[in-house]
């Protein structure tokens, strides 16, 4: 390996750990408003009934935006966050006024561009040998984008059961996510070959199984009977175990590009 090539491997692990804790930070935010998406589909008139407050969420990602601002690596960083904030302020300041589908797609622009933003850091993570680059595509693509997926199934699902029945439309969509999640989930899978995954990677598995298994059979219909409260709740189990598991590959990232480094 050349001098130069040595440089920008040396530069590119020196420079993951502050990047990696900014992704940590980022994928608090993006799971904040996940879950702000899916109480405004399934409760959009009222905070009546709601499983946890709308407001203790709003708050929640208030905290979570500026934890985010305080671990930006770089002044761009720092930029995107504030573009974030003003994203989420604007959205806040639209309550009641929109649609509960234009809701669900303003919160999920939101959320497009923070998965956008957590890709871009990962490529910007040289050095790292073949194993680690697996985990990386894992942790900021692979795991981001299925928990994404779970939560349009959430959010979706929510507002469907608040209705109490599905269109043609949103069978279609349920249907595709269901689809992408499966397929999201053997890819992710795909690092672990010859290895065993960890317990994280196995709970999600089920959990995310257990979770398209109950949308197929109870939500791809005319009409439908299921207490928004209990969907919340269960996909909301499901939508944990993907983040435990991406904590999980961030963590055991962190460690092996700390032995690198020593």
Known sequence: MTECAVHVV?????????ACLFA???????????CHRALCAGWSHTDVGHP????????????ALASCRAASPARSDGAFVDEIE???????????????????LRHSRLIEQILGRIGLLAEQWPGLDREQDRLVSDYARQLP???????QIRGMCCGVAAQGGCTAFKRTRLLFLCSSAQALLVTAYQCYRG?????????????????VHIVRAGFLRERV??????????????????????????????????????
Request: glycine residues 8%; negative net charge; proline residues 4%.
């Open 225 to 262: 009977d299921y207490p928004v409260a209990a969907f919340y709740k269960t996909a909301t189990e499901s939508i944990d175990t993907v983040f435990a598991w991406i904590e999980r590959i961030g963590a055991d990232l962190k460690d092996s590009v700390g032995v690198n480094q020593e």
């Open 24 to 34: 940590d930070r980022l994928l608090g935010v993006l799971r904040l408003v996940q």
């Open 10 to 18: 040396q530069s590119g692990l020196r420079h993951f750990l502050p």
């Open 195 to 211: 290895i065993a995954p960890p317990v994280e990677a196995l709970v999600a598995r089920t959990a995310t199984e257990s979770l």
């Open 86 to 104: 003003a994203g989420w302020q604007a959205l806040l300041a639209t309550r009641g006024q929109l649609s509960a589908e234009m809701a669900f």
């Open 145 to 151: 984008a299925l928990a994404e997926c779970l939560g």
């Open 52 to 63: 946890c407050a709308r407001d203790g969420v709003v708050s929640g990602l208030d905290e």
